[in-house]
């Protein structure tokens, strides 16, 4: 089992920035794929970014590529997402999801586990 513990959401204005940080436990070295996704209400969870392995290769959805950032600090376990210029449609639940796989980092369901979530809410 892995468990994965997000922090970081917050309410922001919008054009300001946020730093999500996600901690992995357990049995992490399974792990080859992390990844954060957002569901707004109403929504279907959709990919945002995911870093396969060391942090040498990193994906992410085109209409967040140069807003977003993630990257990871393999001694901690953890992962980080750092969100600029934030939107009103930026506004959502943003989980941590950790895969044993590296073939589909974009792919919800190649995710095996997932974290509780946290509010991010940009104001207009």
């Known amino acids: 089992q892995v468990q994965l513990v997000e922090s970081g959401g917050g309410l922001v204005q919008a054009g300001g920035s946020l730093r999500l940080s996600c901690t992995a436990s357990g049995r992490t070295f399974s792990i080859r794929t992390l990844g954060w996704f957002r569901q707004a209400p109403g929504k279907e969870r959709e990919f945002v970014a995911g870093i396969i392995g060391s942090g040498r290769s990193t994906y992410y959805t085109d209409s967040m590529k140069g807003r977003f950032t993630i990257s990871r600090e393999n001694a901690k376990n953890a992962i980080y997402l750092q969100m600029n210029s934030l939107k009103p449609e930026d506004t959502a639940v943003y989980y941590c999801?950790?895969?044993?796989?590296?073939?589909?980092?974009?792919?919800?369901?190649?995710?095996?586990?997932w974290g509780q979530g946290t509010q991010v809410t940009v104001s207009s």
């Open positions: 999801g950790a895969s044993s796989s590296a073939a589909y980092p974009r792919t919800t369901g190649a995710y095996d586990y």
